[in-house]
């Protein structure tokens, strides 16, 4: 009798487990068949991986990723019976682009001294969705107060809100009355920036306390900037110490740091303590580019900007330091930089956009070619580059398994650069974000904006 009950139970139990593993597949089959399928029929796809143009491709999506890129009769025996169709066979189809410098929560000519937390991540939604439209499917923001980044990034992710695939540092680090230190009022306000702190220990627990409320990386200055009060662009602000011991503990937790630098002494000490990008470094001299290349970091220039800053100051009532640092930065940055592209130096698309105005953030390519960079160069700088200063492989390129991060341009941007600046198709994760250039029975269809259908 005790055998018989054994039995019965372990042949319920096998029965049981068998059942719920036939549910679970039968489920999982389930949800895959049920992924929405897009082909994407291409004039010209461009490769960025291996810098050449594409002729009549089409593009397999189902779900939010890239299952296949082939001829158009191979992908339509690969695809289900109806799927999608969006025609883009008269354009020139690009990656979606990659901003490796923006401020999401500010705006130009204004330091929002005055704005709280939650306006400050509200404007960022704002900036956030006109960044995407412009065709610039993922961030990195570095340096926003109140880790209204953070909350931003988070509320994209779990599709709350429309914007960008973001990476994000929170406060920047920096030492008192530094670049990244809220200085501009009198002595009797005792402000300061969050991100401010002296000292070894002081920096270590900031760091910490910083990657504590979620950031991606860890921001510093390790120079003076343009926009602050008081501090001059050849300044040095954090100690080789200091900068070691913000470094070690990043990197000690899995995080990488970006180091804002324009004087040329700034840019070596980062690079010397680990620093794994350089943002800006106008004066970068041959020392600080062998540097860059032994050590295999990244340079983020951010040369549009500061032209921009000079050009609008009376529109945007900048103060006369700000513009002449911005004049001595836009007379500087492009023969320092354009020797660190000739010497080799690995460099990623960055705006600053934030201190100049979002969406215009395709402006910075016609800087690129000023420093040498091919146009096809100057977009790896925005695709494959930039995925690879971010460590995502699921970004950067038009290939089976990343992303359906898809844009189109009406124009060849081999020929004229500028035509980035007018992106008319956006397509993140699969799903069309923007579309002034499908044909009308294809947007007839579904094929029209999500966020619109938000409204």
Same mark, same amino acid.
């Given at each position: ?16 487990? &068998? ?29 960025? !991986? =291996? ?23 191979? +992908?339509?025996?690969?695809?289900? @019976? ?11 189809? #690009?990656?979606?682009?990659? /901003? ?18 939650? !306006?400050?991540?509200? =404007? ?20 926003? =107060?109140? $880790?209204? /980044?953070?909350?931003? !990034? ?49 920096? *270590?627990?900031?760091?910490? %306390?910083?990657?504590? $409320?979620?950031? /991606? ?13 008081? *501090?001059?662009? *050849? ?34 000490? @980062? ?14 001299? %041959? /020392? ?6 032994? !050590? ?7 040369? $549009? ?31 320092? &930089? ?28 016609? +800087? &690129?070619?000023?420093?040498? +960079?091919?146009?096809?160069? @100057?977009?790896?700088?925005? *695709?494959? =580059?930039?995925?690879?200063? #971010? ?11 990343? $992303? ?35 044909? @009308? ?15």
């Amino acid at each position: 009798m005790i055998d018989d009950i054994a039995f019965r139970n372990w042949f319920f139990g096998v029965l049981l487990t &068998l059942l719920l593993i036939v549910a679970s597949v039968a489920q999982i089959t389930a949800a895959h068949a049920q992924q929405p399928v897009t082909l994407i029929e291409v004039g010209r796809l461009f490769d960025v !991986r =291996n810098g050449r143009v594409l002729e009549n491709q089409t593009i397999l999506v189902e779900g939010e990723r890239i299952v296949a890129i082939g001829s158009e009769v191979a +992908m339509r025996a690969r695809a289900s @019976a109806s799927p999608k169709v969006i025609d883009l066979s008269r354009f020139a189809v #690009l990656p979606g682009l990659i /901003d490796a410098h923006t401020h999401i929560t500010a705006d130009a000519g204004s330091a929002h001294l005055n704005y709280s937390g939650p !306006r400050q991540a509200l =404007n960022g939604l704002k900036n956030a969705l006109t960044t995407l439209l412009a065709g610039f499917t993922t961030i990195r923001d570095l340096g926003a =107060n109140n $880790y209204a /980044d953070v909350a931003l !990034r988070d509320a994209i992710t779990a599709r709350d809100v429309i914007g960008p695939r973001m990476f994000v540092s929170g406060p920047i680090l920096s030492p008192t009355g530094g670049h990244a230190d809220l200085n501009t009022m009198g002595p009797q306000f005792h402000l300061s920036g969050e991100g401010v702190a002296d000292g070894v220990p002081a920096v *270590t627990q900031k760091t910490r %306390e910083i990657l504590k $409320y979620g950031v /991606d990386w860890i921001k510093l200055v390790a120079s003076g900037g343009t926009t602050s009060k008081g *501090t001059s662009l *050849t300044d040095i602000e954090y100690s080789d110490e200091e900068l070691r011991a913000i470094v070690g503990v990043a990197h000690g937790l899995g995080h990488k740091v970006a180091a804002h630098a324009h004087s040329a002494e700034g840019i070596k000490r @980062a690079v010397l303590a680990g620093a794994d990008t350089i943002e800006h470094a106008s004066f970068i001299d %041959e /020392d600080g580019i062998a540097l860059l290349k032994a !050590r295999n970091a990244w340079l983020v220039p951010t040369l $549009y900007v500061h032209g921009w800053l000079a050009e609008n100051a009376a529109a945007t009532h900048q103060p006369d330091y700000i513009v002449e640092k911005a004049r001595q930065v836009a007379s500087a940055a492009v023969p320092n &930089l354009a020797r660190a592209f000739r010497a080799g130096v690995r460099m990623a698309f960055g705006t600053d956009a934030g201190a100049y105005p979002h969406g215009a953030n395709a402006r910075e390519f016609a +800087m &690129l070619l000023k420093i040498g +960079m091919m146009p096809m160069q @100057a977009i790896q700088a925005a *695709t494959v =580059n930039a995925a690879m200063l #971010l460590s995502d492989r699921d970004i950067g390129a038009l290939e089976p398994g990343r $992303y359906a991060d898809v844009i189109a341009v009406d124009g060849d941007p081999l020929k004229d650069i500028s035509v980035l600046e007018h992106v008319g198709f956006v397509m993140m994760g699969g799903t069309v974000m923007k579309d002034e250039l499908s044909t @009308a029975d294809d947007r007839a269809r579904g094929s029209y904006p999500y966020w619109q259908r938000l409204r």
